[in-house]
């Protein structure tokens, strides 16, 4: 037989005291990211362009950097992994910011 009674949340509390005197000391949060993929861009592209770029559409690059060609048809492209903060995640992926045709951009995959 289910009981009627409702399961009981419990109780949490989050420290906003900024004592420098406090005996106990909280780990600094961690910024969460997200890692993308940015391929099929002109070959002279560097991350500090596309860096500008996609600061200029209101996105927060932690890092970005150019992946290395690794067959030779890739040489045709530049092509970067990017890291950005996870609240700015869907701006990336938002028509808005008008991106090139063909340009391709994808979360990125972890492989072991």
Avoid: Y
Avoid at 48 to 54: I, R
Avoid at 74 to 84: D, I
Avoid at 86 to 109: A, G, H
């Amino acid at each position: 037989m289910v009981s009627g009674k409702k399961k009981e949340v419990p109780r949490r509390l989050v420290g906003v005291a900024s004592n420098q005197q406090c005996a106990i000391k909280a780990v600094p949060r961690v910024e969460k990211s997200w890692h993308i993929f940015v391929g099929r861009l002109s070959p002279d592209t560097t991350a500090e362009v596309l860096n500008d770029f996609l600061q200029d559409a209101d996105v927060t690059v932690l890092k970005c950097w150019p992946l290395r060609a690794k067959e030779e048809w890739q040489k045709k492209f530049a092509a970067f992994r990017l890291v950005v903060k996870d609240t700015d995640m869907d701006k990336v992926f938002d028509d808005v910011i008008l991106l090139p045709v063909d340009v391709e951009v994808r979360d990125w995959v972890f492989t072991s």
